[in-house]
């Protein structure tokens, strides 16, 4: 009996993403699943971001009914037992048999039928996952119960304190919204004729939340005319601000520079992305007519320095995005923040370099570390006396007084002189974002 396609296909992503450090979005919304029908694409889906959120209760699981460690595994075998782990613990709608029997499927169809044995045994002893009886009180039971590395959990607990890390966690754990950022009203009305239904967004006037169909396969979206982005990335490109010469210093994959296009049609606008097939895909997703796309290293851009707007959305560890790439929080080690902060200091400087007198940079990520955001501005400032420091709350202010922000709680989107969301606290991805301005 061969495997379904939608756990053929989640078996063959979740190997990509073990082998290859592929991202499973990415992958989930390639070719390779266009012959899928909705259900099965629905299915692979749940199935592929199921895994990658709750590995660690799944390894665990496991490791207490292996008499194998687990390092030693092939990525083959040890995929096809976590995939069957999860329908088995986590969902209620499937037969543990069915999922059982699939996963021996798998692993003859990766060709380690000699495996399939010890597969259908360790699975055999699989039982359903008990409800946490009590609620963590300490970082490490938050780490735990919510499937996060311990590390980071503490991170957050020192940071945000342990009652914020908690929603952090629990938000990570869910299928997040899709927002869409809606430029013209009348889009609506034909979405809605795809079987797309919309409510407003939670903090911005132009945003909407897909409640219902697939955004992805409307016309509208095959043409460029609605942009699927969260509402805190749309709210770091509103920052930005209107101008006559723009900058886009890490644009790909495009949705604030569509975003800042939206908001300055006459404006000229340069978007710049190192790698050129990254660059490709931007103009491809970026149709407006006043924005070039360059083919550039950020460090080093051939600009002048006379842009008035600039917006330096730097390379990142990605913390505040752990709900739409799990996968990122079983990657990330704490030293890869110290080389990330190096990274970012030297982009921002570089961004600095293109901005003009009186102009406005706003620096973000889509970081919840300290290291990444307000440490980076701090060492900036520290060495660059022509800069000054513009309160992030005056910024959301006059971007309310505009009709841009629907949100009334102002208060809770600030940190100190920066804007911060933080998901579960927020109702979207975690972002940071502080804005300069040369004097």
Same mark, same amino acid.
């Given at each position: 009996m061969a495997a379904s396609p939608a756990r053929a296909a989640a078996f063959d992503i979740l190997a990509r993403v073990e082998r290859e450090g592929a991202y499973a979005t990415e992958l989930l919304h390639s070719r390779s699943l266009e012959t899928l029908d909705e259900r099965d694409r629905g299915?692979?889906?749940?199935?592929?971001?199921?895994?990658?959120?709750?590995?660690?209760?799944? #390894?665990?699981? %496991?490791?207490?009914?292996?008499?194998?460690?687990?390092?030693?595994?092939?990525?083959?075998?040890?995929?096809?037992?976590?995939?069957? @782990?999860?329908? @088995?613990?986590?969902?209620?709608?499937?037969?543990?048999?069915?999922?059982?029997?699939? =996963?021996?499927?798998?692993?003859?169809?990766?060709?380690?039928?000699?495996?399939?044995?010890?597969?259908?045994? @360790?699975?055999? !002893?699989?039982?359903?996952?008990?409800?946490? =009886?009590?609620?963590?009180q300490t970082p490490n039971e938050l780490a735990d119960v919510h499937a996060h590395p311990a590390w980071l959990v503490d991170r957050w607990v020192r940071e945000f304190g342990f009652e914020a890390a908690a929603k952090i966690c629990g938000y990570d754990q869910q299928v997040p919204t899709t927002a869409i950022r809606l430029d013209d009203a009348e889009l609506e009305q034909e979405m809605s004729r795809e079987s797309v239904e919309l409510a407003a967004g939670a903090l911005l006037t132009r945003a909407r939340r897909v409640t219902a169909g697939d955004v992805t396969r409307t016309r509208a979206f095959r043409e460029g005319r609605v942009q699927v982005q969260d509402e805190a990335s749309q709210l770091v490109a509103l920052l930005v601000g209107r101008g006559e010469r723009l900058l886009d210093c890490c644009a790909a994959p495009g949705g604030k520079t569509a975003a800042l296009a939206a908001r300055n049609p006459t404006a000229s606008i340069i978007a710049a992305e190192l &790698?050129? &097939?990254?660059?490709?895909?931007?103009?491809?997703?970026?149709?407006?007519?006043?924005?070039?796309?360059?083919?550039?290293?950020?460090?080093?851009?051939?600009?002048?320095? #006379?842009? +008035?707007?600039?917006?330096? +959305?730097?390379?990142?560890?990605?913390?505040?995005?752990?709900?739409?790439?799990?996968?990122?929080?079983?990657?990330? !080690?704490? +030293? +890869?923040?110290?080389?990330? &902060?190096?990274?970012?200091?030297?982009?921002?400087?570089?961004?600095?370099?293109?901005?003009?007198?009186?102009?406005?940079?706003?620096? =973000?990520?889509? =970081?919840? /570390?300290?290291?990444? #955001?307000?440490?980076? %501005?701090? /060492?900036?400032l520290s060495a660059r006396t022509e800069l000054r420091l513009l309160p992030a709350r005056a910024e959301l202010e006059a971007l309310r007084a505009e009709g841009e922000i629907a949100s009334a709680d102002i208060d809770s989107l600030v940190r100190g002189d920066f804007l911060r969301t933080l998901p579960g606290v927020h109702p979207c991805d975690g972002f940071f974002a502080a804005v300069l301005t040369r004097v």
């Open positions: 299915l692979a889906t749940e199935l592929v971001m199921g895994v990658l959120r709750w590995r660690s209760r799944i #390894d665990g699981a %496991i490791a207490a009914a292996s008499w194998q460690k687990l390092a030693k595994l092939d990525v083959e075998v040890l995929t096809a037992l976590r995939l069957a @782990v999860y329908q @088995v613990q986590f969902l209620e709608r499937i037969p543990a048999r069915a999922a059982v029997n699939e =996963s021996v499927e798998l692993v003859k169809r990766a060709r380690k039928a000699s495996a399939s044995g010890y597969v259908n045994a @360790v699975l055999r !002893k699989i039982k359903k996952a008990a409800a946490p =009886s009590v609620q963590p &790698h050129p &097939h990254r660059a490709r895909l931007l103009r491809q997703r970026v149709g407006a007519p006043n924005v070039k796309v360059l083919a550039a290293d950020a460090n080093a851009l051939p600009l002048a320095s #006379d842009f +008035d707007r600039v917006l330096a +959305d730097v390379p990142c560890s990605g913390t505040g995005t752990l709900a739409r790439n799990p996968e990122i929080k079983w990657r990330l !080690k704490p +030293d +890869d923040l110290r080389d990330l &902060h190096a990274r970012q200091v030297a982009i921002l400087n570089a961004a600095l370099d293109r901005l003009g007198r009186g102009g406005k940079l706003v620096y =973000s990520t889509c =970081s919840l /570390e300290r290291a990444e #955001d307000e440490d980076v %501005i701090a /060492e900036v």
